[in-house]
C-alpha cells in the first residue's frame, strides 16, 4: 500500500480492513452471481449448452428478436442523440431546461409503467387500437411494440453521454468550419462527429447493453408468447418458469458474456474518453508555451 | 475591401454590447478595436464576420448590403481568440479545410496549403496535430487557415492574447510586415494599447458598446477626445480643477485654455500624462514663480530606460507620477524626501456637463 | 515572393442559404445550422415517446375520478405492494449507500492490486440484464444454492422472501451509491485533512468533522439515486421474490398482475402511483445534483 494515501486518513491494518470489505462486498454481490452464471450454464457440459442455445427453436428465436430489437432502437436513439444533444449544447431558447428535464424521465419511470403506457395507447383497448385493427397493424404482441417500450427504455443514454461533452468543446470548432465556408452536412461529418466520436461510442454501448437487457417494459408490452414475441430476457424468465433451469442458466450466460464484452468496450473507451478530456486541458492552459519544440505525439 | 458598418446595436438579453455603432474601414486598412473588457469590441468583430447578427443596423461590404448574409458566404478570414483548430485533423487539413469545402482539386489544394505553411514558417510540420504544436505554431496555423480561402477580409480576435510575452512580440511585428506585403483589409481586436498602437494603421478606442474616438494611433494618444481615451491610453494624472477666464486651474497653476474664455468659472478635469509634467529640484532658481507646483518625491521606480517618479504636493495628498528619462533622473540625484518642482508642459481639458448658469 | 492575389478569389464561393421568406421582411438565419431540423427531431420524439405515453397513462387513470382512482389505487392488496415497494426500496437504498461509501472510499483512496479490476467490477449491475441477475440470485440463495446451502440452515433465506427483494436491488442500485460519491472522495482537498491533524484531531475526528460534511450531499444524491433506481425495479425482483401478494409483491408486479387480468383501471392507477413516486425522487435528485455541482465549485 502506498504511504502517502494512509499517513494522514487510516493507518495500515484499518486500510487492510476496508480494502477486505470492499472486497467482500463486491465479491458477494457481484463477482459470486456473475462466476455463478457461467459455472451453472456449463455444469452440464459444453454440448448441452450448445443444445439448450441452438436446438431449440424457440429459444433461437428469442436470440434472434433480440439481435433486430436492440439495434434499432439504438439506432433510433443515437439518432435522436445527437439531434438533442447538438440542439441542447449549442443553441439557447425558451424551454430548453424543461426538454433536459424530460430527457431524464425514462431513467426514473419503471419500466412497466412505460409498456404499460405504450399498451394503453397501441393496445386493443387502446387509444389507437381500433385505427390499428382498421389497419390492420399490430404494434404491441410484436416486433414494433418491442422497439418502442426498448427504445423508451434507453432514450437517455446516448443523450446524456453528448451534451457534456459538446459543451465542454464548445462551438468555437464549428463556428470556425461555418467561416471557412462549411456547409451544415460538411461541418457536421468533418468536424462534430470525430469530436464527439468516443463520447458517442460510448453512448452506443451502454445504450445496447441495456436496450438487449431490458425486461420489465418489454414483457409488458410483447405478451410473452413464445417463439414469436420472447426476446432473451424473456426466453430466460419463460425457461424459469418452466422449471428448465440449466436452459434458463444457458441463455443467462449469453447475456452474462455480452455484458462483460459491454463492459471492456465501456472500459476501453472511457480510457479514450479521459485522454482527450486531458488533451482538452492541456490545450486551455498550455497556449501560452513559448518554445517551438514539438511535444510527444497524442 | 472596404466595409461600412452604419448604426449597429446588438444587446445580449439586458446588457446592450453595441450602442448604434457606425465605423468605416478604409480598403487595405489595418484597424485595431482597442478596448477594455465589455466594450463591444469582440462582438462587432464577430458581427462584421457575420458570426453574430446585429439587431439592428447595417453592414456593407463595397456597397453590397451584407447584413443578412450567412458567415459561411461571407468569405472572411476569421482567427479565434484561442485559435479554433480542429483537434482531431493534421496542420495540412486544417489549413485545406476551406479549400476541401468548396471541393477543390488535390493537386490544388496541395500547392496551395504547402504555399500558405512556407507563409506562416510552418512547412515541414503539415502532419502534426494541433496538440503537438505551441501555443505561438498553433496561432500561426489558425492564420494560415483562413487565409487559404483568399477572404476579402482578415478578421483576428485577440490573437496574441493567450502567448508569452516574447512570442507576442515576434507574432505582432511579422504580422505587420504580412499585412505589408499582402495588403489585405485587417481588423484585430485586443485590449494591450501597445498592441494596438504597434500594429495598427487606424486605432478604434471603444468602451461600454460605444467608439470613443477613431484616429491613427498618434491623433488617440496626443488628442484624445474623451476623457475615457486620455485614461485608457497610458497614464494620466488627473486633477479636478477649474476653468476661467481663458485659463485652466491646475493645482493653482494656471494653463492658457483659450476654448473657455468665459468669466463664470466652471469645474473641470486637467489631464496630464506623466511625461508631460516636468520635474527640477526646487532649489532650483530657474523656475518663475506660480508656474510651477512644489512637492515632496514619495517613490522613484525605475523601468528601463524611464523612471516613474511619485511625488505629493505640498499640502495635497494626491499622488502626481511623473515619467523622467532615467539618465535625467540619475543626474537630477532623486530620493524619497526630496523636494521638486514640477512644471506642467502640456494638460488636456475636460468640462464635465454643463448645469445651468442663470 | 509570394503569389497571393489577394482581391480576386479563383474559389466557388458557396451559396448563401435561400431565404423563401425574405420579401421585404428581414430573415437572420442562426450562425449555426441545424436548429430547425434538431428542434423537430427533439420535440417529435420527446412528445410522442415520453410525453404522450405518459399523458395517456395518467389521464386514463383520472378518467376515473377521485373516489375511482382512490378505489382503484387503494386496495388493500394495492396498499401492500407499495409497502413493500417502499420498504424494500428504502432498506436496500440504505444498505447501498453504506457498503457504497466503504467500496467508493477504498476505490479512491487506497492503492492496492486489483484495485482497477475492483473498480471494473462495480459497472457489471449496470450492464448485467437484471432478469440474468434475478435468475443467479434465486440460484444462489435457494436451499441447494451455493450460498444458501450455508444460510437457509442459519435461518437466512435469500430467496422467495422479502429478503431477496432486498439484496437483487441492493445489487442493481449499488453503483449509482458508489459512482456518485467516489469523485467527490477522490477530489477532496487533502490539505485540510492535514491541517486538522496537525491541530491534533484523531483519525476519526478527521473525518467526522471534516471529511464526512464534505461528502455528505454526494452520499446523500447518491442514496436518492439508489432509491430512485429500486423503485423502478422489476426484472430481477420477479425471479426471487416469488411475488406473493400482500408478501413479497411489489407495486410493478402487481400492475403486471392486473394488466394480464384486463383489470386496466387497477393497473393504470397503481402505475401512476409508481410514477407519481418516481418523478417526485427525480425532482429531489436532480435538485442535490445542481446543489452538489454548485458546492464542488
Known amino acids: 500500500m502506498s504511504s502517502r494515501s494512509t499517513t494522514t486518513d487510516i493507518s495500515q491494518p484499518i486500510a487492510a480492513l476496508l480494502v477486505a470489505a470492499a472486497v467482500a462486498i463486491v465479491g458477494l454481490l457481484i463477482v459470486v452471481p456473475l462466476v455463478a452464471v457461467f459455472a451453472e450454464a456449463f455444469a452440464p457440459g459444453v454440448a448441452a449448452w450448445w443444445q439448450a442455445l441452438a436446438h431449440d427453436p424457440d429459444t433461437r428465436h428469442a436470440i434472434w428478436l433480440s439481435l433486430t430489437v436492440a439495434p434499432v432502437a439504438v439506432a433510433i436513439n443515437t439518432v435522436f442523440g445527437v439531434a438533442a444533444a447538438w440542439l441542447v449544447a449549442r443553441f439557447r431558447f425558451p424551454g430548453r431546461s424543461l426538454l433536459i428535464s424530460f430527457f431524464d424521465v425514462p431513467f426514473s419511470v419503471s419500466p412497466v409503467v412505460a409498456g404499460l403506457a405504450i399498451v394503453l395507447i397501441f393496445g386493443r383497448q387502446g387509444l389507437l387500437g381500433p385505427t390499428l385493427a382498421w389497419l390492420d397493424w399490430k404494434v404491441i404482441f410484436s416486433w414494433p411494440g418491442l422497439v418502442l417500450a426498448t427504445t423508451f427504455v434507453t432514450l437517455p443514454l446516448v443523450v446524456r453521454e453528448l451534451i457534456p461533452v459538446m459543451e465542454a468543446i464548445g462551438p468555437d470548432e464549428e463556428m470556425a468550419a461555418v467561416s471557412l465556408g462549411a456547409s451544415g452536412w460538411q461541418m457536421f461529418w468533418r468536424v462534430t462527429v470525430p469530436n464527439i466520436r468516443w463520447a458517442l461510442l460510448h453512448g452506443i454501448v451502454l445504450a445496447n447493453a441495456r436496450a438487449m437487457g431490458e425486461f420489465g417494459a418489454v414483457y409488458v408490452v410483447s405478451g410473452h408468447i413464445a417463439g414469436a414475441t420472447d426476446t432473451m430476457p424473456l426466453r430466460v424468465e419463460k425457461l424459469f418458469q418452466e422449471y428448465r433451469q440449466p436452459a434458463s442458466m444457458a441463455v443467462a450466460s449469453v447475456l452474462a458474456g455480452l455484458a462483460l464484452v459491454t463492459l471492456v468496450a465501456k472500459f476501453v473507451i472511457e480510457h479514450r474518453l479521459a485522454a482527450e478530456a486531458r488533451d482538452l486541458e492541456l490545450a486551455r492552459s498550455a497556449d501560452g508555451t513559448t518554445h517551438d519544440a514539438p511535444r510527444e505525439a497524442a | ?358 | 515572393m509570394i503569389a497571393f492575389a489577394a482581391n480576386t478569389s479563383s474559389l466557388p464561393v458557396p451559396p448563401a442559404p435561400v431565404n423563401p421568406a425574405s420579401g421585404g421582411r428581414r430573415r437572420r438565419p442562426a450562425v449555426l445550422p441545424g436548429f430547425g431540423t434538431t428542434a423537430a427531431i427533439t420535440s417529435l420524439v420527446v412528445f410522442a415517446l415520453i410525453v404522450f405515453p405518459l399523458a395517456v397513462l395518467v389521464l386514463r387513470a383520472a378518467s376515473l375520478g377521485p373516489g375511482g382512482f382512490l378505489a382503484a389505487a387503494w386496495t388493500p392488496r394495492a396498499r401492500a405492494a407499495y409497502a413493500v415497494s417502499l420498504g424494500a426500496s428504502l432498506i436496500a437504498a440504505v444498505a447501498s449507500t453504506l457498503l457504497g461509501l466503504v467500496v467508493a472510499w477504498v476505490l479512491a483512496r487506497i492503492r492496492f492490486p486489483g484495485r482497477r479490476l475492483l473498480d471494473a467490477l462495480v459497472d457489471v449491475p449496470l450492464a448485467l440484464p437484471t432478469a440474468v441477475a434475478g435468475l443467479v440470485y434465486s440460484a444462489l440463495y435457494v436451499p441447494k444454492g451455493w450460498l444458501g446451502q450455508w444460510l437457509v440452515p442459519l435461518g437466512i433465506k435469500g430467496a422467495y422472501s422479502f429478503l431477496g427483494i432486498v439484496l437483487v436491488l441492493v445489487f442493481v442500485s449499488l453503483p449509482f451509491a458508489i459512482r456518485v460519491v467516489q469523485p467527490v472522495i477522490e477530489s477532496l482537498d487533502r490539505d485540510t485533512e492535514e491541517a486538522a491533524r496537525i491541530l491534533g484531531a484523531s483519525r476519526l475526528q478527521t473525518f467526522l468533522r471534516v471529511v464526512l460534511p464534505g461528502i455528505l450531499p454526494a452520499v446523500v444524491t447518491g442514496f436518492a439515486l439508489s432509491l430512485a433506481r429500486a423503485l423502478g425495479e422489476y426484472g430481477s425482483v420477479v425471479f426471487i421474490s416469488g411475488n406473493m401478494p400482500f408478501k413479497t409483491e411489489i407495486a410493478p408486479v402487481l400492475i403486471v398482475s392486473r394488466l394480464e387480468e384486463f383489470a386496466y383501471a387497477e393497473a393504470t392507477t397503481v402505475a401512476v402511483m409508481l410514477l407519481g413516486m418516481s418523478l417526485t425522487l427525480l425532482v429531489i435528485v436532480n435538485a442535490l445534483q445542481q446543489r452538489l455541482a454548485r458546492n464542488a465549485q
Open chain 2, 1 to 358: 475591401m472596404s466595409i461600412h458598418i452604419r448604426h449597429v446595436t446588438k444587446t445580449f438579453g439586458s446588457f446592450t454590447a453595441l450602442d448604434d455603432v457606425s465605423l468605416d474601414v478604409a480598403d487595405g486598412a489595418l484597424l485595431a478595436l482597442l478596448g477594455p473588457s465589455g466594450s463591444g469590441k469582440t462582438t462587432l468583430l464577430r458581427i462584421i464576420a457575420g458570426l453574430e447578427h446585429a439587431d439592428s443596423g447595417s453592414i456593407e461590404e463595397n456597397g453590397a448590403d451584407i447584413t443578412d448574409l450567412h458567415a459561411r458566404s461571407r468569405e472572411v478570414g476569421f482567427v479565434f481568440q484561442h485559435y479554433a483548430l480542429f483537434r482531431h485533423m493534421s496542420v495540412f487539413e486544417n489549413v485545406a479545410f476551406g479549400l476541401r469545402v468548396r471541393k477543390t482539386p488535390d493537386a490544388q489544394v496541395r500547392s496551395r496549403v504547402e504555399e500558405l505553411l512556407r507563409l506562416v514558417r510552418l512547412e515541414g510540420l503539415g502532419g502534426r496535430k494541433p496538440s503537438q504544436l505551441s501555443g505561438g505554431q498553433r496561432q500561426r496555423v489558425a492564420l494560415a487557415r483562413a487565409l487559404a480561402i483568399r477572404p476579402k477580409i482578415l478578421l483576428l480576435d485577440e490573437p496574441f492574447g493567450a502567448l508569452d510575452a516574447k512570442v507576442r512580440v515576434e507574432l505582432r511585428q511579422w504580422l505587420r510586415r504580412l499585412h505589408d506585403e499582402i495588403g489585405m483589409t485587417s481588423v484585430f481586436v485586443t485590449h494591450d494599447q501597445e498592441e494596438a498602437f504597434e500594429l495598427a494603421d487606424r486605432v478604434v478606442v471603444m468602451n461600454q458598446g460605444r467608439i470613443e474616438q477613431e484616429g491613427s494611433p498618434d491623433e488617440v494618444f496626443d488628442q484624445p477626445a474623451t476623457p475615457f481615451v486620455m485614461d485608457f491610453l497610458g497614464n494620466v494624472n488627473v486633477y479636478h480643477g477649474r476653468v476661467e477666464n481663458g485659463r485652466a486651474f491646475w493645482h493653482g497653476i494656471p494653463i492658457d485654455y483659450p476654448d473657455y474664455p468665459h468669466a463664470q468659472a466652471r469645474e473641470a478635469r486637467v489631464y496630464l500624462r506623466p511625461h508631460e509634467l516636468e520635474l527640477t529640484p526646487a532649489a532650483d532658481g530657474r523656475q518663475r514663480p506660480g508656474t510651477s507646483l512644489s512637492a515632496r518625491v514619495v517613490r522613484v521606480t525605475r523601468s528601463g530606460a524611464v523612471t516613474r517618479v511619485a511625488c505629493r504636493p505640498h499640502g495635497s495628498d494626491a499622488e502626481l507620477h511623473v515619467d523622467v528619462p532615467t539618465d535625467t533622473a540619475r543626474a537630477l540625484t532623486l530620493e524619497p524626501g526630496s523636494n521638486v518642482a514640477i512644471t506642467p508642459r502640456r494638460a488636456r481639458v475636460f468640462l464635465p456637463a454643463p448645469e445651468y448658469v442663470i
